[in-house]
T-cell receptor
Framework: GQNIDQPTEMTATEGAIVQINCTYQTSGFNGLFWYQQHAGEAPTFLSYNVLDGLEEKGRFSSFLSRSKGYSYLLLKELQMKDSASYLCAVMDSNYQLIWGAGTKLIIKP | SQTIHQWPATLVQPVGSPLSLECTVEGTSNPNLYWYRQAAGRGLQLLFYSVGIGQISSEVPQNLSASRPQDRQFILSSKKLLLSDSGFYLC????????????FGEGSRLTVL
């Protein structure tokens, strides 16, 4: 079966750095996505990784290791508005997205 | 630019009543369209996807159905709602020429009582 695992909830402090991990087991691999979802709202696209390594976009970075079936999302200089759920999704060999349950990130002042 | 809209935003419906959620995309032609459901604490569950008018693929057998009467219109329906149909429904289209990322509508919160 296909499976995406990420922690259910994490807590961090404003101004700090947090790393949200995602491990996956899928039928094929055609890229990994990270989305941000604020409570009651639709997900919005954050990043895409298809090759091993680190992709940086401002305060957010995403890392991929295909051999380990592992990715992480790194958030720096945390702000209160970063409080949200972060969804990891993998595109399988049929180009369908397999979604993790999401990690709820709580930012404390 | 491309936009996607879905409505209504919130629904409270009794068990056994019908359902119709509508989604439209503007600024693109022949989009791949998707309906997802998100239950509390769970990942997005793909319900239906469509690659063109009248072409619907169902991923999960249940009492929901989908239709695509026009190129940029995607409708989710049910004849008789169940309690288990409660959830957050999301319409999406696949954009992103390089990455194929999904762009989501605003979402529809359905509560079945």
């Amino acid at each position: 079966g296909q499976n995406i695992d990420q922690p259910t909830e994490m807590t961090a402090t404003e101004g700090a750095i947090v790393q949200i991990n995602c491990t996956y087991q899928t039928s094929g691999f055609n890229g990994l996505f990270w989305y941000q979802q604020h409570a009651g709202e639709a997900p919005t696209f954050l990043s895409y990784n298809v090759l091993d390594g680190l992709e940086e976009k401002g305060r957010f970075s995403s890392f991929l290791s295909r051999s380990k079936g592992y990715s992480y999302l790194l958030l720096k200089e945390l702000q209160m508005k970063d409080s949200a759920s972060y969804l990891c999704a993998v595109m399988d060999s049929n180009y369908q997205l397999i979604w993790g349950a999401g990690t709820k990130l709580i930012i404390k002042p | 630019s491309q936009t996607i809209h879905q409505w209504p935003a919130t629904l409270v419906q009794p068990v056994g009543s019908p359902l119709s959620l509508e989604c439209t995309v503007e600024g693109t032609s022949n989009p791949n369209l998707y309906w997802y459901r998100q239950a509390a604490g769970r990942g997005l569950q793909l319900l239906f996807y469509s690659v063109g008018i009248g072409q619907i693929s169902s991923e999960v057998p249940q009492n929901l159905s989908a239709s695509r009467p026009q190129d940029r219109q995607f409708i989710l329906s049910s004849k008789k709602l169940l309690l288990s149909d409660s959830g957050f429904y999301l319409c999406a289209w696949r954009g992103g020429e390089d990455t194929g990322e999904l762009f989501f509508g605003e979402g529809s919160r359905l509560t079945v009582l």
